[in-house]
């Protein structure tokens, strides 16, 4: 069976949005990922924030890395992100993201994104679809 950041890797290096993104990995687990990355003047909006697909990518990133960190390959089947707090060029954001329940086929997880000073700007929920194909 291939470890998280060996899973983490297939997905990463094969992932051209993540990677224009300029998502860091922090760390890889079992039903986790830690990620982070700098916003930039090309993902901000006319208002000079950061488009709301940014912080939702990169939500959506964590929390691919994390349902399919177990070995097997996840897809999801519903996502949602609440918007807190504007980002701005510059920003160093987190996203953390944990495992709150797995069943056989379904998983559901949290993803918590933040500025590096602990500042809560999107808070994240996915559920996932675990198939029966393996990495």
């Known amino acids: 069976m291939k470890s998280p950041s060996e899973i983490v890797d297939l997905m990463y290096y094969n992932d051209a949005y993540s990677q224009w993104l300029g998502i860091e990995r922090v760390s890889d687990?079992?039903?986790?990922?830690?990620?982070k990355m700098q916003i930039r003047d090309?993902?901000?909006n006319g208002f000079k924030i950061a488009?709301?697909?940014?912080?939702y990518a990169f939500a959506d990133s964590a929390f691919a890395f994390a349902c399919n960190?177990?070995?097997?390959?996840?897809?999801s089947i519903e996502t949602s992100i609440s918007h807190v707090a504007p980002l701005h060029t510059g920003d160093w954001i987190e996203a953390i993201a944990a495992k709150k329940h797995s069943s056989h086929k379904i998983g559901v997880y949290e993803v918590v994104v933040r500025k590096l000073d602990g500042t809560v700007?999107?808070?994240f929920k996915g559920t996932c679809y675990n198939t029966s194909k393996e990495w």
């Open 69 to 75: 960190s177990f070995g097997g390959k996840s897809v």
């Open 51 to 55: 488009h709301g697909g940014i912080s």
């Open 42 to 44: 090309e993902m901000c």
């Open 29 to 35: 687990g079992l039903g986790s990922s830690h990620l």
């Open 121 to 123: 700007v999107g808070l």
